[in-house]
Antibody
């Protein structure tokens, strides 16, 4: 069955870095676009970044552009999010999300990994 | 960026009621709209894609309609297990892919 398992979250001070990972299984990872979507505590959903199936295109929300980098390793069936210069407003549950076409069609979500940015 | 305005933000209904949630886009998105259900402590689940296409395994009491800028999500007969927060999301053209603010449904 399809599984997306996020890891790498934790508590970090403002200005520091964190790298999230998402391990995919149960489907042909290299055929799917992948996203990160986040949800601040008690708030709604915010799209963060997308990477196409082959890594050829990447897009970011304005709120993270220049600070976050999305990447993937199709040989390892893994998705990553490098988060630099973290801010308190980046505090959220970060979901790894599958997209058959890489066009914003979020057909399967992981359970999320929590990131807290606090001094 | 395309803004999505979802209403109401919260809704209280009874078992068996017909429930309707609306979502309005700030510009024409054709039918590039998804509806998600998020139960407490769980990840969102895709219920409806392309404004009206019911995903496999989703009960037929859920439906969606609309095109252009105005969209509707309906539960024809509310069940206790439908308690959740519901979100619309547009995927017209390039990112950013934006969500509505959510509708918290209570019984």
């Amino acid at each position: 069955q399809v599984q997306l398992v996020e890891s790498g979250g934790g508590v970090v001070q403002p200005g520091r870095s964190l790298r999230l990972s998402c391990a995919a299984s149960g489907f042909t990872f290299s055929s799917y676009g992948m996203h990160w979507v986040r949800q601040a505590p008690g708030k709604g959903l915010e799209w963060v970044a997308v990477i196409w199936y082959d890594g050829s295109n990447k897009y970011y929300a304005d709120s993270v552009k220049g600070r976050f980098t999305i990447s993937r390793d199709n040989a390892k069936n893994s998705l990553y999010l490098q988060m630099n210069s973290l801010r308190p407003e980046d505090t959220a549950l970060y979901y790894c999300v599958r997209d058959p076409g890489g066009v914003g069609y979020f057909d399967f979500w992981g359970q999320g990994t929590r990131v807290t940015v606090s001094s | 960026d395309i803004q999505m305005t979802q209403s109401p933000s919260s809704l209280s209904a009874s078992v068996g009621d017909r429930v309707t949630i609306t979502c309005q886009a700030s510009q024409d998105i054709t039918n590039y709209l998804n509806w998600f259900q998020q139960k407490p402590g769980k990840a969102p689940k895709l219920l409806i894609s392309d404004a009206s296409n019911l995903e496999t395994g989703v009960p037929s009491r859920f439906s969606g309609s609309g095109s252009g800028t105005d969209f509707t999500f309906t539960i024809s007969s509310l069940q206790p297990e439908d308690i959740a927060t519901y979100y619309c999301q547009q995927y017209d053209n390039l990112p950013p892919y934006t969500f509505g603010q959510g509708t918290k449904l209570e019984i």
